[in-house]
């Protein structure tokens, strides 16, 4: 625990102007990031007397080790630089509402040549057009069903279309009349563009026209006998207002707006949002957030309109936005969601009428949130708690492990050897600070060795951040690091325990490495596989944890999770090594070129036997060109043949440089039961 007044500025060095500030831990992880009118003032807040502070801000100064600030110009530029900080360093300290990119939207693809309507999650790109959120994916497809009876747009995936238009004959879809099939020509591209058109329209709360339109063609259709036409019509009508009750009208007069509800408590706090369209409830959403940090229920709302509209711009941002208390001073936040729409944006408190009365449907909705999350969050940390302390108690911990890194191999009979290294906080998986490494030290199949060199290789990197003693970046797995500067992508942060997926072997070289670093406050453990039985250094006897323990399964989940990314990044190098081709060493040539010259020769192994002036025929390749493929195909001596050791069939190169039947009848594949020596068991 560190004492503020071992960090704090000295008196005058703080301006007196607006700026964003960061407090940092001991390992430089930025763990707050606050702006202020006036940094002196603000700051000063922080140190004073440690017993009038709040329990939540006393905690964070005293794991903060240093603070920093930026000054910018205004209020509105503090408000931006400090939502991108939250967004970039992930501070454990400030609000963050939870789930904000798990909830599905209707978008229809207006930047494609026939746009799509779909499904779709995550960040917004340019050219869709969205509408919701909605609560569930299943809430969409139903809205869609019932809207392709009138506007058939397409729904297919690119696959689907591409092989629709290839065959000449269109999905199930277009047989049933809920897609115009515009892969087989029955309609243009301008007509099926027309027609998404209308869809969007329909769904943004223009709604009333396309009724009358279809009433009327009705009517005629009626009066010229036309009855089955007239029925047709008369569905379309019902399934269009079947869509609209939907979603109620809750406020008359056509409003665009979304109101914003919070329920709290001294832990945590619910957010509830309703975006209203066109006097309609369009979509829902809401987040939850633990209030680490001593925080107003105004402050609560300035981040969830952070959190809601940061990425957002133009109409994506309402006229009007209804909330329970302004932030303070609200001048800034009302200018930023101007600025980001493009127009005035109106943020108030609704007094009375509808909009008050919606407010508080809205409440109720944030307050039942709370306490649903309450509900399931109690069971869930009960569960993770004792996951925790029964490890600490099987391995005779001095406390709960809360940050656990683990550790596995994988390779295919000695080859492709690589490593993982996952990571859970809290019994939770923290996937950005995943890593993978490639072994260098050695080839070959030795799990001892490999893990040995991946500790080391983990740790030194630690110890390196730790004391700040040059550079140390000769491993694959350092790419992605930033230096001093914060990032959660680190790896200067210790854990409390790490773990191998193995016996006493793999337990033995992890204890080793870490012994030679002269690290001896971090516990080693193994989980082996056979028996699920916990090993640790220098016992001769395992530990054994009930089956029913949910130390063990947590355990289990950390070990598994390990092994699924070993794995996974072990195929992809595998799928890579696979692919690769003579041509890739030399030095200049692109994928088109390559393609054009195993399409002129029909090999790599022609190619090679080709003179320069042959392979000067190619289009796109230049003389000075053709005699560097010459020389470079000279040095790569060609690969010994495989040979299938099942029907004795001698693999020759195929077109694309990659092993093909040469033996058997032509054209005929390996057996699919016949045993390969490429094909291996992974580890």
């Given at each position: 625990?560190?004492?503020?007044s071992?960090?704090?500025?000295?008196?005058?060095?703080?301006?007196?102007?607006?700026?964003?500030?960061r407090?940092?831990d001991?390992?430089?992880?930025?763990?707050y990031?606050?702006?202020?009118?006036?940094?002196?003032?603000?700051l000063?807040?922080?140190?004073?007397?440690?017993a009038?502070?709040?329990?939540?801000?006393r905690?964070?100064?005293t794991?903060a080790?240093?603070?920093e600030w930026?000054?910018?110009?205004?209020?509105?530029e503090?408000?931006q630089l400090?939502y991108s900080?939250?967004?970039?360093?992930?501070p454990?300290?400030?609000?963050?509402?939870?789930?904000?990119?798990s909830?599905?939207?209707?978008?229809?693809?207006?930047?494609?040549?026939?746009?799509r309507?779909?499904v779709?999650?995550?960040h917004?790109k340019?050219?869709?057009r969205?509408?919701?959120?909605?609560g569930h994916?299943?809430?969409?497809?139903?809205?869609?069903?019932?809207?392709l009876?009138?506007f058939?747009?397409r729904?297919?995936s690119?696959?689907?279309?591409?092989?629709?238009?290839?065959?000449?004959r269109?999905?199930l879809?277009?047989?049933?009349?809920?897609?115009?099939?515009?892969?087989v020509?029955?309609v243009?591209?301008e007509e099926?563009?027309e027609?998404a058109?209308?869809?969007s329209?329909?769904?943004?709360?223009?709604?009333?026209?396309y009724?009358?339109?279809l009433?009327?063609?009705?009517?005629?259709?009626?009066?010229?006998?036309?009855?089955e036409?007239?029925?047709?019509?008369?569905?379309?009508?019902?399934?269009?207002?079947k869509a609209?009750?939907?979603s109620?009208v809750v406020?008359a007069?056509?409003?665009?707006?979304?109101?914003?509800?919070?329920?709290?408590?001294?832990l945590?706090?619910?957010?509830?949002?309703?975006?209203?369209?066109?006097?309609?409830?369009?979509?829902?959403?809401?987040?939850?957030?633990d209030?680490?940090?001593d925080v107003?229920?105004?402050a609560?709302?300035?981040?969830?309109l952070q959190?809601?509209y940061?990425?957002?711009?133009?109409?994506s941002?309402?006229?009007e936005?209804?909330v329970p208390a302004?932030?303070?001073?609200?001048?800034?936040v009302q200018?930023w969601?101007?600025d980001?729409?493009?127009?005035?944006?109106?943020?108030r408190?609704?007094?009375?009428g509808?909009k008050?009365?919606?407010m508080?449907?809205?409440?109720?909705?944030?307050?039942?949130?709370?306490?649903?999350?309450?509900?399931?969050?109690?069971?869930d940390?009960?569960t993770?708690?004792?996951?925790?302390?029964?490890i600490?108690?099987?391995?005779?911990?001095d406390?709960?492990?809360l940050?656990?890194?683990?550790?596995?191999i994988?390779?295919?009979?000695?080859?492709?050897?690589?490593?993982?290294?996952?990571v859970?906080?809290?019994?939770?998986?923290?996937?950005s600070?995943?890593r993978?490494?490639?072994?260098?030290g050695?080839?070959?199949?030795?799990?001892?060795?490999?893990?040995?060199e991946?500790?080391t290789?983990?740790f030194?990197r630690?110890l390196?951040?730790?004391?700040?003693?040059g550079?140390?970046?000769d491993?694959?797995?350092?790419?992605d690091?930033?230096d001093d500067?914060?990032r959660?992508k680190?790896?200067?942060?210790?854990p409390?325990?790490?773990?191998v997926?193995?016996?006493?072997?793999?337990?033995?070289?992890?204890?080793?490495?870490?012994?030679?670093?002269?690290?001896?406050d971090?516990?080693?453990?193994?989980?082996?596989k056979?028996?699920?039985e916990?090993w640790?250094?220098?016992d001769?006897?395992?530990?054994?944890?009930?089956r029913?323990?949910?130390?063990l399964?947590?355990?289990?989940?950390?070990?598994?999770e390990?092994?699924?990314?070993?794995?996974?990044?072990?195929?992809?190098?595998?799928?890579?090594?696979?692919?690769?081709s003579?041509?890739?060493?030399?030095?200049?040539l692109?994928?088109?070129?390559?393609?054009a010259?195993?399409?002129?020769f029909?090999?790599?192994?022609k190619?090679r036997?080709?003179?320069?002036?042959?392979?000067?025929?190619?289009?796109?390749?230049?003389r000075?060109?053709a005699?560097?493929?010459a020389?470079?195909?000279?040095?790569a001596?060609p690969?010994?043949?495989?040979?299938?050791?099942?029907t004795g069939e001698?693999?020759?190169?195929?077109?694309?440089?990659t092993?093909?039947?040469?033996?058997?009848?032509?054209?005929?594949?390996?057996?699919?039961?016949?045993?390969?020596?490429?094909?291996g068991q992974?580890?």
């Amino acid at each position: 625990m560190a004492d503020p007044s071992s960090y704090r500025p000295r008196p005058g060095e703080i301006p007196d102007s607006p700026g964003v500030y960061r407090f940092r831990d001991e390992h430089r992880r930025v763990i707050y990031v606050g702006k202020a009118k006036s940094l002196r003032q603000r700051l000063a807040n922080y140190f004073q007397d440690l017993a009038g502070l709040h329990p939540r801000t006393r905690t964070m100064v005293t794991t903060a080790a240093s603070v920093e600030w930026t000054v910018v110009s205004t209020e509105v530029e503090a408000l931006q630089l400090e939502y991108s900080w939250i967004k970039e360093y992930d501070p454990r300290f400030n609000v963050k509402y939870r789930d904000d990119k798990s909830y599905p939207y209707l978008a229809v693809t207006m930047n494609e040549e026939y746009p799509r309507v779909q499904v779709m999650r995550g960040h917004k790109k340019k050219g869709v057009r969205y509408f919701g959120p909605y609560g569930h994916a299943w809430a969409i497809r139903d809205t869609v069903d019932l809207l392709l009876r009138v506007f058939p747009v397409r729904t297919c995936s690119a696959g689907v279309f591409k092989n629709a238009a290839r065959t000449g004959r269109p999905c199930l879809l277009g047989y049933i009349g809920k897609c115009s099939a515009p892969c087989v020509g029955r309609v243009s591209e301008e007509e099926h563009r027309e027609l998404a058109e209308e869809f969007s329209d329909f769904m943004a709360g223009r709604t009333g026209t396309y009724i009358r339109r279809l009433e009327k063609q009705m009517t005629d259709a009626a009066e010229e006998m036309e009855y089955e036409r007239a029925a047709r019509l008369r569905d379309d009508i019902d399934a269009l207002k079947k869509a609209m009750e939907k979603s109620a009208v809750v406020l008359a007069d056509a409003t665009d707006a979304d109101l914003v509800a919070v329920a709290e408590d001294e832990l945590e706090a619910a957010v509830q949002i309703f975006h209203v369209r066109g006097g309609r409830v369009r979509g829902q959403r809401g987040w939850v957030t633990d209030k680490v940090e001593d925080v107003t229920t105004a402050a609560l709302v300035e981040h969830a309109l952070q959190q809601l509209y940061g990425e957002e711009t133009g109409d994506s941002v309402p006229k009007e936005v209804l909330v329970p208390a302004l932030p303070d001073p609200v001048e800034p936040v009302q200018q930023w969601l101007t600025d980001r729409r493009g127009a005035n944006v109106s943020l108030r408190i609704p007094q009375r009428g509808d909009k008050k009365s919606l407010m508080e449907t809205v409440a109720r909705n944030a307050q039942q949130s709370l306490i649903l999350h309450k509900t399931k969050r109690a069971s869930d940390l009960t569960t993770r708690s004792r996951a925790l302390e029964e490890i600490s108690e099987a391995l005779d911990l001095d406390s709960a492990p809360l940050r656990i890194e683990c550790y596995d191999i994988s390779h295919l009979q000695g080859d492709d050897v690589v490593a993982s290294m996952v990571v859970f906080e809290d019994g939770l998986s923290r996937k950005s600070e995943y890593r993978r490494f490639q072994i260098k030290g050695f080839e070959g199949q030795d799990d001892v060795r490999s893990m040995h060199e991946v500790i080391t290789r983990r740790f030194r990197r630690y110890l390196a951040e730790k004391e700040k003693t040059g550079e140390w970046a000769d491993g694959d797995e350092l790419r992605d690091l930033k230096d001093d500067e914060g990032r959660p992508k680190r790896f200067a942060y210790p854990p409390q325990l790490v773990v191998v997926d193995g016996g006493q072997p793999q337990v033995a070289a992890a204890k080793k490495a870490l012994d030679e670093l002269g690290i001896d406050d971090i516990a080693v453990c193994g989980l082996a596989k056979r028996l699920e039985e916990v090993w640790l250094p220098d016992d001769d006897d395992p530990v054994v944890l009930p089956r029913t323990s949910e130390g063990l399964y947590l355990l289990q989940r950390v070990r598994d999770e390990a092994h699924r990314f070993a794995i996974t990044y072990q195929r992809a190098k595998r799928a890579k090594r696979f692919r690769a081709s003579p041509l890739d060493d030399v030095p200049g040539l692109g994928e088109t070129r390559k393609q054009a010259l195993i399409k002129h020769f029909g090999s790599v192994k022609k190619l090679r036997s080709a003179t320069i002036d042959q392979i000067c025929e190619v289009p796109g390749i230049g003389r000075k060109t053709a005699e560097t493929i010459a020389v470079v195909l000279a040095q790569a001596a060609p690969a010994a043949p495989a040979v299938n050791t099942a029907t004795g069939e001698i693999m020759e190169d195929m077109e694309d440089g990659t092993p093909g039947t040469t033996a058997g009848a032509p054209g005929e594949p390996v057996p699919a039961g016949a045993p390969d020596e490429r094909r291996g068991q992974e580890t």
